[in-house]
């Protein structure tokens, strides 16, 4: 029989897979339409370790549930409410290389610091998952960090497009800190840690590259975006569960 | 068929080249971690270098292979603690990648655990004329373990094992 602790467990790699996984699809929209080659590069190689991530936890929820479901089963035949990534992630890149920054920066400064606690998670896959996922992040926000860096400081073009990016992401980011029941059970046992607990840490981060780019945080933002811990999303995943599922729902015993 | 022992496991398992850098093997890229033996069957423990590298599938089907057609029952694990780090290339195999033209990786350090941490060692000697004016150009390079650079000395672009 599932126990409690163990529902909890799925849900929780659910949410950091669906995370990875979403993210790792938008970002690999870049490839072939980078600004320059070494960053078209770039993007494909960080859209491959989110996907690895993705894989590692996905595989992890599988056993959990021990009912013979794949990885594949959980990126290609679950809808968009089943899908537990934060609201951000989802967002269409494509359009701004600073926009796509912004956001692996934002993102990758929160995954650093939850995956430095999941080390010590107390359930040996997750924190295995996690000691091997925090180097790949390590160098993603260094490498986001220093393009946010580049392009705040840079022209007077560069610095108000990377604004406006920053200005747009920022109402997503109060989703990185949310929880619910699953996480305090899991907090409970020790498998998992507080992330509102990481809320002042995060901001340090960001306000130290922020601070460098010049750019200025929006003071007057009063509306936060939530949903994804609750399978409540923009209207954006639909259309990119659409495009990525396509092929196993049209053709469910195509191999690769 | 002769039974091979751990140690003779561990020799065969050292002549599979790695797939994207063929000048060393699978054994001292590091990823093989583990190998005991009971009765027929093997039971390797193997580690990606990077969560996503397309090349791990192709390892293991590899270590696979060799096992099957030595007569042994192969059964592959991966783990992924501890992570996969440079720093269990021994100096021997960091040699062999630089005379492959592959800048090898440093050691490790305490700093390059923090995204912001001042992890400039200075520039990276050129494989081929082993100058140190060289630049980075790219982070990210051909593969997931590799980063590019140019070497101003003799205006070649190399590439190198990133430190991990």
């Given at each position: 029989?599932?126990?409690?602790l163990?529902?909890?467990?799925?849900?929780?790699?659910?949410?950091?897979?669906?995370?990875?996984?979403?993210?790792a699809?938008r970002?690999?929209?870049?490839?072939?339409?980078?600004p320059?080659?070494?960053?078209?590069?770039?993007m494909?190689?960080v859209s491959?370790?989110?996907i690895g991530?993705?894989?590692?936890?996905?595989t992890?929820?599988?056993?959990?549930e021990?009912?013979?479901?794949s990885?594949?089963?959980?990126a290609?035949?679950?809808?968009?409410r089943?899908?537990?990534n934060?609201?951000?992630?989802?967002?269409p890149d494509?359009?701004?290389?600073?926009?796509?920054?912004m956001?692996l920066?934002?993102?990758g400064?929160?995954?650093y610091?939850?995956?430095?606690?999941?080390?010590?998670?107390?359930?040996?896959?997750?924190?295995?998952?996690?000691?091997?996922?925090?180097?790949?992040?390590?160098?993603?926000?260094?490498?986001?960090?220093?393009?946010v860096?580049?392009?705040?400081?840079?022209?007077?073009?560069?610095?108000?497009?990377?604004?406006?990016s920053?200005?747009?992401?920022?109402?997503?980011?109060?989703?990185?800190?949310?929880?619910?029941e699953?996480?305090?059970l899991?907090?409970?046992?020790?498998?998992?840690f507080?992330?509102?607990?990481?809320?002042?840490?995060?901001?340090?981060?960001v306000n130290?590259?922020?601070?460098?780019?010049t750019?200025?945080?929006?003071?007057?933002?009063t509306y936060?975006?939530?949903?994804?811990?609750?399978?409540?999303?923009?209207?954006?995943?639909?259309?990119?569960?659409?495009?990525?599922?396509?092929?196993?729902?049209?053709y469910?015993?195509?191999i690769? | 068929?002769?039974?091979?022992?751990?140690g003779?496991?561990?020799d065969?398992?050292?002549t599979?080249p790695?797939?994207?850098?063929?000048?060393?093997?699978?054994?001292?890229?590091?990823?093989?971690r583990?190998?005991?033996?009971s009765?027929n069957?093997v039971e390797v423990?193997?580690?990606p270098?990077?969560?996503?590298?397309?090349?791990?599938?192709?390892?293991?089907?590899q270590?696979?292979?060799?096992l099957?057609?030595?007569?042994?029952?192969?059964?592959?694990?991966?783990?992924?603690?501890?992570?996969?780090?440079?720093?269990?290339?021994?100096?021997?195999?960091?040699e062999?990648l630089?005379?492959?033209g592959i800048?090898?990786?440093?050691?490790?350090?305490?700093?390059?655990?923090?995204?912001?941490?001042?992890?400039d060692?200075?520039?990276?000697?050129?494989?081929?004329?082993?100058?140190?004016?060289?630049i980075?150009?790219?982070?990210?390079?051909?593969t997931?373990?590799?980063?590019?650079?140019?070497?101003?000395?003799?205006?070649?672009?190399?590439e190198?094992?990133?430190?991990?």
């Open positions: 029989m599932m126990t409690e163990n529902t909890a467990l799925i849900e929780y790699c659910l949410r950091i897979a669906d995370n990875s996984l979403i993210h699809q970002i690999a929209d870049w490839t072939g339409h980078g320059i080659l070494e960053e078209d590069i770039a494909s190689n491959l370790d989110l991530q993705a894989r590692g936890f996905y992890y929820a599988s056993q959990l021990g009912n013979g479901k990885e594949d089963f959980y290609f035949h679950r809808g968009e089943d899908f537990r934060r609201l951000m992630v989802e967002q494509l359009k701004d290389f600073g926009f796509t920054m956001k920066f934002f993102n400064c929160f995954d610091l939850i995956f430095r606690d999941l080390m010590k998670s107390n359930d040996e896959t997750i924190s295995g998952l996690a000691s091997k996922s925090i180097k790949e992040v390590t160098y993603h926000v260094r490498h986001a960090g220093d393009w860096v580049r392009l705040g400081d840079g022209t007077e073009e560069s610095h108000q497009r990377i604004q406006k920053l200005n747009e992401l920022w109402p997503f980011t109060n989703e990185l800190f949310e929880q619910n699953v996480d305090e899991l907090i409970h046992n020790g498998a998992a507080n992330k509102k607990e990481l809320k002042a840490e995060w901001e340090a981060m130290e590259i922020i601070t460098k780019a750019l200025i945080i929006p003071s007057d933002s936060f975006y939530s949903g994804g811990i609750n399978g409540v999303h923009s209207e954006h995943l639909g259309f990119l569960l659409a495009e990525m599922q396509y092929l196993p729902r049209m469910p015993d195509a690769w | 068929m002769v039974k091979l022992d751990v003779e496991i561990w065969l398992l050292n599979i790695d797939p994207e850098v063929p000048a060393i093997s699978i054994v001292e890229l590091g990823v093989v583990d190998v005991r033996i009765d069957v423990d193997i580690t270098t990077y969560s996503g590298c397309p090349a791990l599938k192709n390892m293991e089907d270590v696979r292979a060799k099957l057609l030595a007569g042994m029952t192969p059964k592959i694990r991966t783990i992924y603690k501890p992570a996969w780090t440079t720093d269990w290339m021994s100096e021997g195999t960091k062999k630089r005379v492959y800048a090898p990786p440093e050691k490790v350090s305490f700093e390059n655990l923090h995204p912001f941490a001042n992890n060692k200075g520039p990276v000697a050129c494989p081929f004329c082993r100058s140190f004016d060289t980075l150009t790219s982070r990210f390079g051909s997931a373990c590799k980063a590019l650079h140019f070497c101003n000395s003799c205006c070649q672009p190399f190198q094992f990133k430190c991990h």
